[in-house]
């Protein structure tokens, strides 16, 4: 009796879990305003060299903050963008410019393109520029281009067509980066 009991109770508990949910961004008329954080890795190819490291982006209204991490969690460099420009801190040493594409490309050597990354990493065109894109059979982006740049989605977190990418590869002028998302917080 205590067996049949065990097994109807287990079997009751499973009928009440439910499946994690998908990320999803809400959308509104200012998808840009819409908070988010992700942790995840990132690999670039360049020039023929070829770099990867860890990442932790949190975007809040017109501040980004993006950490490059080293294998162990160690943070390597910290990007943080705001109105007022943007700021670069590796090796106890600061850089600045008004943009992270220029900045990036200074002192990296390979330019980040933050402000479009912003939407593109939402699966989102950049407001402000004409963008061409080729949809999935859901609704999903396959691949955008906008501004000079190829940006190709090959996994999302979902089916659904509001889901979050999980991974993307952009190219532009001989330059890859492929990111992969492993962890959303929206």
């Not at 840009?32 to 809040?60: C, K, M, N, Q």
């Not at 950049?126 to 940006?151: C, F, L, P, S």
Request: glycine share 6%; net charge negative.
């Amino acid at each position: 009796m205590l067996r049949i009991f065990s097994l109807v109770l287990t079997l009751m508990l499973a009928a009440c879990a439910t499946a994690p949910v998908a990320p999803v961004l809400q959308r509104n008329a200012q998808p840009e305003l819409a908070p988010f954080a992700f942790s995840g890795r990132v690999a670039i190819r360049h020039d023929g060299e070829r770099s990867s490291a860890g990442l932790h982006w949190t975007h809040h209204g017109a501040d980004d903050e993006i950490l490059i991490l080293a294998p162990f969690g160690q943070t390597v460099a910290r990007i943080h963008s705001d109105a007022h420009g943007v700021l670069l801190e590796t090796s106890g040493k600061t850089y600045a410019e008004k943009d992270a594409e220029t900045l990036t490309e200074r002192v990296l050597g390979w330019h980040l393109p933050l402000s479009g990354m912003r939407y593109w990493v939402l699966a989102l065109p950049a407001a402000g520029t004409d963008a061409v894109i080729e949809r999935a059979e859901n609704g999903q982006i396959k691949v955008m281009h906008q501004d000079g740049w190829e940006i190709t989605y090959t996994r999302y977190a979902a089916q659904l067509p509001d889901s979050l990418p999980l991974r993307m590869t952009l190219f532009r002028d001989g330059m890859e980066m492929q990111l992969l998302i492993d962890e959303w917080e929206v």
